[in-house]
């Protein structure tokens, strides 16, 4: 009788992969895997978002009687509780929580590692049922070995992250996770509950035709930006633009079209926000490492993002990242009018 390869699940992989790292006890693999189930409980309510008026809004009691939360709230809550039950956290940073959250029980007094997360990012699409995500990042502690983690275990640089990921609640829903060996994407399977091996080492394209920026705000934008997009819209038949423009508006939607398709996007400084919207620690840094690993690029118009050293666990920081011929370009009208440059 001949047997069919069976998939792989995330559990089998995180198992497998665990070899790469011959001292490695399987702590981290742990951690994944528990951030692997926290998806799926967050998966199970995003899908019934759109049931919010039937089973009762946010704040109020459902019909069963159990308080309903907002959904960013439910998801940070599900992950704190994930990360702090399972031994291997000693402390959380969440874009959801002004100050950081040190672990202090028994089962993680030997945690080595702190967890940085934007629990529920892209949520002003909730209620419209548009693509939203999870985003994570993984620091060893640089604090003493036992009890809960401190502020210094997140002022590392990007560059010391041993992990990081995001779950797409899409059409499907996805985990794209990288521990620096390369990128790996995994889909939900609803029937069996797993999240399938799906997209084994992924890599970016190098060049790509879509970019991706919130053009309403372009009269705030650095001469810079302003240039590169209107390049972006010139019409040139060899390098085959005008590029398409797609902004879901979901940061996490947003790069993981670019990632597979080829594109960049760009949430630049403006005269208001100088650093731009988005958080250094739980939405840029992640992305930054897996698309380095995918072979794509990400910076902040002049550095690369992994190596600004954050003094904040909240910081801002503006974003340039995709296909490296495109960043590297967006980059070079960056150079020629350097506004704005922090
Ligand atoms: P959030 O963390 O409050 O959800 O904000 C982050 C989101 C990103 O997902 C998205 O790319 C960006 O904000 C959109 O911002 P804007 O509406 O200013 O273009
Ligand atoms: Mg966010």
Known sequence: MEFKKMVTTLGQFIIERQADYPYSKGELSRLLRDIGIAAKIVNREVNKAGLADILGEAG???IQGESVKKLDTFANDQFISALSTGGECCAIASEENEEFIPIDNLVSQNA?????????DGSSNIDVNVSIGTIFSIYRRKSKAVGPGTIEDFLQKGT???AAG???????TMLVYTTGKGVNGFTLDP????????????????MGEIYSINQGNFVHFPPGVKEYIKYCQDLDKDTNRPYTLRYIGSLVADFHRNLIKGGIYIYPPTYKSPNGKLRLLYECNPLAFIAEQAGSKATDGFRRILEIEPTDIHQR??????????????EDYM???PELQS
Do not use: R
Not at 112 to 120: A, F, G, N
Not at 191 to 206: R, T
């Open 60 to 62: 109020e009691t459902n």
């Open 112 to 120: 080595k590692y702190v967890v940085c997360m934007d629990p529920l």
């Open 160 to 162: 010391e992250q041993v």
């Open 166 to 172: 995001y779950i797409i609640y899409g059409s499907s």
């Open 191 to 206: 029937s069996i509950g797993e999240f399938c091996l799906s997209h084994p080492d992924m890599k970016a394209p190098n």
């Open 317 to 330: 920081v503006p974003l340039f990242i995709g296909s490296t011929e495109m960043v590297e370009k967006a």
């Open 335 to 337: 150079a020629k009018q």
